[in-house]
């Protein structure tokens, strides 16, 4: 039996979605896949994965247009395999505390490529994030590190059971 193929891809603009995706990747390596991690926009062809995992950051709302422009590029091929999607971005605990659901955007991808399921993740703006906004947030005492590693874990070692029980 080949080891499963798995990529992991992200739509990010600062980085914290793309540690969550590393962090992805390095669980279900743990667990004997074989994971690739790329940024959504390079993703052009997900035919030679046997599944996929699609995570984007959410601002303001809205998810990443990085990430859906792959899932909506590479919707027929993403039809045919297995496929788990990811946001993040709440920057405080309430991902932890509770499931959240897709924002719209996210749930009109997930139908379109039959994703599985949708996680949220806490995100992250911290005083080395770039931008004004950013900068805003941390001087108001808004930011800070919401991504946990524990869950991402879990989550991960879920999809690894998921594609090893198949």
Same mark, same amino acid.
């Given at each position: 039996?080949?080891?499963?193929?798995?990529?992991?891809?992200?739509?990010?603009?600062?980085?914290?979605?793309?540690?969550?995706?590393?962090?992805?990747? #390095?669980?279900?390596?743990?667990? =004997?896949?074989?994971?690739?991690?790329?940024?959504?926009? @390079? &993703?052009?062809? $997900?035919? +030679?994965?046997?599944?996929?995992?699609?995570?984007?950051?959410?601002?303001?709302?809205?998810?990443?247009?990085?990430?859906?422009?792959?899932?909506?590029?590479?919707?027929?091929?993403?039809?045919?395999?297995? #496929?788990?999607?990811?946001?993040? =971005?709440?920057?405080?605990?309430?991902?932890?505390?509770? @499931? &959240?659901?897709? $924002?719209? +955007?996210?749930?009109?991808?997930?139908?379109?490529?039959?994703?599985?399921?949708?996680?949220?993740?806490?995100?992250?703006?911290?005083?080395?994030?770039?931008?004004?906004?950013?900068?805003?947030?941390?001087?108001?005492?808004?930011?800070?590190?919401?991504?946990?590693?524990?869950?991402?874990?879990?989550?991960?070692?879920?999809?690894?059971?998921?594609?090893?029980?198949?």
């Amino acid at each position: 039996m080949s080891t499963k193929r798995v990529l992991v891809a992200y739509g990010t603009k600062h980085g914290a979605t793309a540690g969550i995706a590393e962090q992805i990747a #390095v669980t279900l390596r743990e667990d =004997g896949l074989d994971a690739v991690v790329l940024p959504a926009d @390079d &993703v052009h062809d $997900v035919r +030679a994965y046997d599944a996929v995992v699609l995570g984007g950051s959410l601002y303001a709302g809205h998810w990443s247009s990085k990430a859906k422009h792959c899932a909506e590029r590479n919707a027929d091929s993403l039809r045919h395999r297995p #496929v788990w999607m990811f946001s993040s =971005g709440p920057l405080d605990r309430s991902a932890e505390e509770h @499931d &959240v659901p897709p $924002v719209s +955007a996210v749930a009109r991808e997930m139908q379109l490529v039959g994703a599985r399921e949708h996680m949220t993740f806490g995100g992250s703006v911290t005083a080395h994030t770039p931008g004004f906004l950013a900068k805003a947030l941390t001087r108001q005492g808004k930011g800070g590190d919401f991504r946990n590693p524990e869950r991402i874990q879990k989550w991960a070692h879920h999809i690894s059971a998921e594609l090893v029980a198949a």
